[in-house]
């Protein structure tokens, strides 16, 4: 796929640590992403967004819950942004750029600020600008910077801070459990982009842990978003 962010960079901003205190109906989003191993016969990765509202952007215990997002990694096809490879930075990255896209398209309406919460230190700094976009990963980034950039635009405020993986946080395990959905071709199905991909078939439900609130996930055909002459990179 074409980069469609080519010139789209950011100054380096590290200062993006949110207040001691919040203000009222901040978004808080925790993001994440899920590939599979090398090797793998079905190359697969998918991101995931759990989106909250009114906690204390720390553990978050009193939150409200406002949405899922979930999708697989796409490298072609209506909902590409420049992942050319399957891995678990090109996920988060994802996540990031999802998450930012949802306060885009359907939080428009609130003036509370917004704050992404990944766990990977990587996807962090390269969407802030603290790290550079190169390598495979830049057009992806590019976009994620666009999409952060085009928020911030409209007058949000954004953070950034990273919450620590697998330490037991129940919104950063949703994010996770969202993602592996996602790795398996569901996706949530929400905003402009993904209303137009699918779905392939609108009777399928998602079942497990997170069926609460979730009924409308549809499986998707996987091919739709996976270029097979591509190999799975972990």
């Given at each position: ?34 590939a599979g191993a090398a090797g793998d016969v079905t190359p697969c ?84 600008g603290v790290w550079p976009a190169t390598g495979a990963n830049a ?60 779905p392939r078939d609108e009777g399928a439900r998602m079942q497990g ?26």
């Amino acid at each position: 796929g074409q980069d469609r962010h080519p010139t789209a960079d950011l100054a380096p901003q590290a200062d993006r640590v949110p207040p001691r205190q919040l203000p009222a109906h901040t978004r808080v989003l925790y993001v994440d992403g899920s590939a599979g191993a090398a090797g793998d016969v079905t190359p697969c990765a998918g991101w995931g967004v759990a989106v909250t509202a009114d906690g204390d952007g720390e553990h978050d215990a009193e939150a409200t819950h406002l949405a899922d997002l979930w999708g697989p990694v796409p490298m072609h096809g209506a909902a590409f942004e420049g992942a050319t490879q399957l891995t678990n930075n090109t996920a988060e990255l994802t996540a990031i750029l999802e998450a930012l896209r949802w306060v885009d398209e359907l939080d428009a309406a609130s003036a509370a600020p917004i704050i992404i919460r990944p766990d990977s230190e990587y996807a962090a700094k390269t969407i802030t600008g603290v790290w550079p976009a190169t390598g495979a990963n830049a057009a992806l980034v590019r976009a994620a910077r666009a999409m952060l950039a085009r928020v911030e635009a409209s007058g949000r405020t954004v953070y950034v801070t990273c919450v620590r993986a697998h330490r037991g946080h129940a919104w950063n395990e949703r994010a996770d459990r969202l993602a592996a959905r996602g790795a398996t071709g569901v996706t949530s199905g929400h905003g402009r982009t993904w209303s137009q991909v699918g779905p392939r078939d609108e009777g399928a439900r998602m079942q497990g842990p997170l069926a609460d609130g979730s009924a409308n996930a549809c499986f998707l055909c996987f091919e739709d978003f996976v270029d097979p002459a591509r190999p799975n990179v972990d």
